[in-house]
């Protein structure tokens, strides 16, 4: 196993009206893998591979919201929302069948939900249901190298699923994939040091189909926006919630709105406040925190006086301005939360494509 522990943000910072059609304009390269995405979310890891040329037939998610985003931004996907624990391997199967060949090559991507691995889930415990999802991943992919020649998987996670308590979680991770017959790069991965305005370190596994002369997946690095500044300091003022906003209404982007400012706090910025998770301020100067909120606890924009806009959430995300998130506020945090950077997951996906490409060099 390899291990490690060491593009341009698109345009998302002008006044006027963003575009909002649909990822369409990249085609699949033929020679590449059809992807199969797991745990999709809104599609931040899908992005990526997309820019990177692959097509993506099949994306499974448990959130009919982050679903429904997912099928306006990526239309030539079949986008389902289902618990593949209620599926199990056996189903997913059956859902792949239906879009992509047997004896195809294929690749699968994801990361399933972290909270139960989160350090800033302080109440996490080992026993944690969704701590079982690494095996059912492991257990969906040998089901499908039964009819598919699965040539590689990423799994992206918080840094906590190292931790001791999680310790045999990861290991049984680890030595699955093995077993299954693949070569595993394992990074941890800062968001900052690919393009994204943000602190954001994850664990990502690259697992490559042993013995075809594939090498270590190795993203590469890039300058990019490195402040919240750079990122969402031209960005005209978001619209305050409505029940009867409509989309028209909104200046910029769809999702440029957020809820109106009432706790005392945003009338007093500067005063001195109890810190708290729920309270974090962003500084103009620096990156961001990491994008991880909760209920409709998004982070507190650098004037004091509001929270972030969904839409800058999503800049600070690197998420294009051509994508929208699709349902309520709630729901629309949850997505942008979970959300694997877009131009880290093109690293990603761009390091997988350049390791596949070595044993065509040798055999030249």
């Known amino acids: 196993m390899y291990t490690d522990t060491d593009v341009k943000n698109p345009d998302t910072r002008k006044d006027s009206k963003a575009s909002t059609q649909p990822i369409t304009t990249m085609r699949g390269h033929t020679g590449l893998p059809k992807i199969i995405s797991l745990f999709c979310g809104a599609g931040g890891l899908d992005w990526g591979f997309h820019q990177e040329g692959f097509q993506i037939p099949v994306a499974i998610d448990i959130s009919a919201a982050a679903i429904s985003t997912h099928k306006k931004n990526f239309p030539k996907t079949h986008s389902i929302a289902a618990d593949l624990i209620q599926l199990q391997p056996e189903g997913v199967f059956e859902l792949v069948t239906k ?23 302080t109440n996490s415990k080992v026993e944690d249901p969704r701590n079982q999802l690494p095996q059912l991943y492991l257990d969906i992919v040998k089901r499908l190298q039964a009819d598919y020649i699965v040539e590689f998987v990423v799994f992206e996670n ?24 693949f070569c595993i790069t394992e990074k941890e991965l800062c968001a900052l040091d690919f393009g994204v305005p943000q602190n954001r370190r994850r664990i ?20 990019g926006l490195r402040t919240v500044q750079e990122a969402i300091g031209t960005l005209a003022e978001p619209t ?8 028209e209404d909104i200046p910029v982007h769809p ?3 957020t809820m109106n400012p009432k706790s005392p706090r ?3 910025p500067d005063g001195k406040h109890p810190k708290g998770r729920s309270f974090k301020r962003l500084s103009w100067s620096d990156a ?9 606890e998004i982070h507190i924009h650098p004037s004091g006086t509001r929270r972030l806009s969904i839409y800058e959430a999503m800049i600070l995300q690197s998420f294009p301005s051509s994508f929208v998130l699709e349902g309520n506020l709630s729901q629309q945090v949850e997505q942008v939360s979970n959300a694997v ?10 390091a997988v494509k350049n390791s596949m490409k070595i044993k065509k060099t040798k055999e030249k």
């Open 255 to 257: 999702n440029h709105w």
């Open 266 to 268: 945003f009338s007093d």
């Open 341 to 350: 950077p877009p131009l880290l997951g093109k690293s990603i996906a761009a």
């Open 99 to 121: 879009r992509v060949k047997s004896k195809s090559r294929i690749g699968l991507i994801g990361g399933p939900p972290c909270q139960g691995f989160s350090r800033a889930n």
């Open 288 to 296: 961001s925190p990491t994008i991880a909120f909760g209920h409709r």
């Open 158 to 181: 918080v840094l906590g699923i190292r931790d001791k308590k999680h310790a045999p979680t990861y290991e049984a991770l680890i030595k699955g994939l093995e077993s299954l017959g």
């Open 240 to 247: 305050f919630f409505d029940r009867k906003l409509r989309p």
């Open 204 to 223: 990502v596994l690259s697992a490559l189909r042993a013995g075809q002369g594939y090498g270590e997946v190795r993203p590469e690095t890039s300058t």
